[in-house]
Nanobody, 119 residues
Framework: VQLQASGGGLVQAGGSLRLSCAGSGYSLSLYSVGWFRQAPGKEREFVLGIRRNGGITRNTDAVKGRFTISRDIAKNSVVMQMNSLQVEDTAVYYC?????????????WGQGTQVTVSS
């Protein structure tokens, strides 16, 4: 079972990116999925998650109104749409999955995708 994160890149402030977390070997719809990010010199932080029942969880108001998360059942993936990107959003973004409805931790991790926002 694997997770593959993709969609990162270089974008100007105010721009958008769409990150995808694809699962292989199992149905991702049976898992809660979370997006995390780690900026240089900082600890990894939880950004946004979608539970098995579709509930959305958000750790920081910093992305409120700018980032959304949804499932693409046909592609067995979870997508995080990031709009109005800011320089402060620059980080390596990771997706993770857990079979728990309300994960206290995530057992499966993808490899990370770099997001760089320029001013």
């Amino acid at each position: 079972v694997q997770l593959q994160a993709s969609g990162g890149g270089l974008v100007q402030a105010g721009g958008s990116l769409r990150l995808s977390c694809a699962g292989s070997g199992y149905s991702l719809s049976l898992y809660s999925v979370g997006w995390f990010r780690q900026a240089p010199g900082k600890e990894r932080e939880f950004v946004l998650g979608i539970r098995r029942n579709g509930g959305i969880t958000r750790n920081t108001d910093a992305v409120k109104g700018r980032f959304t998360i949804s499932r693409d059942i046909a592609k067995n993936s979870v997508v995080m749409q990031m709009n109005s990107l800011q320089v402060e959003d620059t980080a390596v973004y990771y997706c993770a999955a857990s079979p728990q409805y309300q994960p206290s931790s995530y057992e499966l991790w993808g490899q990370g995708t770099q997001v760089t926002v320029s001013s």
